[in-house]
T-cell receptor, first 114, second 116 residues
Framework: AQSVTQPDIHITVSEGASLELRCNYS??????LFWYVQSPGQGLQLLLK????DTLVQGIKGFEAEFKRSQSSFNLRKPSVHWSDAAEYFC????????????WGAGTKLIIKP | EAGVAQSPRYKIIEKRQSVAFWCNPI?????LYWYQQILGQGPKLLIQ????????DSQLPKDRFSAERLKGVDSTLKIQPAKLEDSAVYLC??????????????FGPGTRLTVT
């Protein structure tokens, strides 16, 4: 069965510092890959997605993610975080085997130090 | 474009009571999803509708949960009777397509349910 692992439950970074959130998946082929952000009291918002093509994907709010097939990873990055980026971030995959339903990681909570 | 609407935003009930949640998806979105998100976890799919038909309800606890989407637009999720472990945020999402480049699920703000 497919699964998604986000190894870090919490990450703390200083405002202005760079960020990388890790996501690993288990699936034999290339899945559809997503990163969502959930701010307190708000619904999940799509940051970016990868279906095919260029493995470096640009998203909203200055985020990007890189698909690495050899590592089964889809890590999320941002060169300089802002206090407003404090939120929970979820990686998800969708596959033919899952009828394209989203399989979610447990999330990583991002804490920004002033 | 209006987003996915959900109500109520918060609900507190006692165990064994019943509760209903409402969702209005984005106009034109044929696919509607209900998720349960327990604190500290990712969302768990409860049921997926395509228009007014059920595509997947394999993770819906059917002894107490029910959902309907009668006219292929709005949807209602009901819990009866509620248990303490049902305390969670219930998310509704909709999508235009279920596969391909247009596939993106848009989420509502959720309903936070507390069962005491």
């Amino acid at each position: 069965a497919q699964s998604v692992t986000q190894p870090d439950i919490h990450i703390t970074v200083s405002e202005g510092a760079s960020l990388e959130l890790r996501c690993n998946y288990s699936y034999g082929a290339t899945p559809y890959l997503f990163w969502y952000v959930q701010s307190p009291g708000q619904g999940l918002q799509l940051l970016l997605k990868y279906f095919s093509g260029d493995t470096l994907v640009q998203g909203i709010k200055g985020f990007e993610a890189e698909f690495k097939r050899s590592q089964s990873s889809f890590n999320l990055r941002k060169p300089s975080v802002h206090w407003s980026d404090a939120a929970e971030y979820f990686c998800a995959v969708a596959t033919w085997d899952s009828n394209y339903q989203l399989i979610w990681g447990a999330g990583t909570k991002l804490i920004i130090k002033p | 474009e209006a987003g996915v609407a959900q109500s109520p935003r918060y609900k507190i009930i006692e165990k064994r009571q019943s509760v209903a949640f409402w969702c209005n998806p984005i106009s034109g979105h044929a696919t509607l999803y209900w998720y349960q998100q327990i604190l500290g976890q990712g969302p768990k799919l409860l049921i997926q509708f395509q228009n007014n038909g059920v595509v997947d309800d394999s993770q819906l606890p059917k002894d107490r949960f029910s959902a309907e989407r009668l006219k292929g637009v709005d949807s209602t999720l009901k819990i009866q009777p509620a248990k303490l472990e049902d305390s969670a945020v219930y998310l509704c999402a909709s999508s235009l397509k279920v596969v391909g480049p247009l596939y993106e699920q848009y989420f509502g703000p959720g309903t936070r349910l507390t069962v005491t």
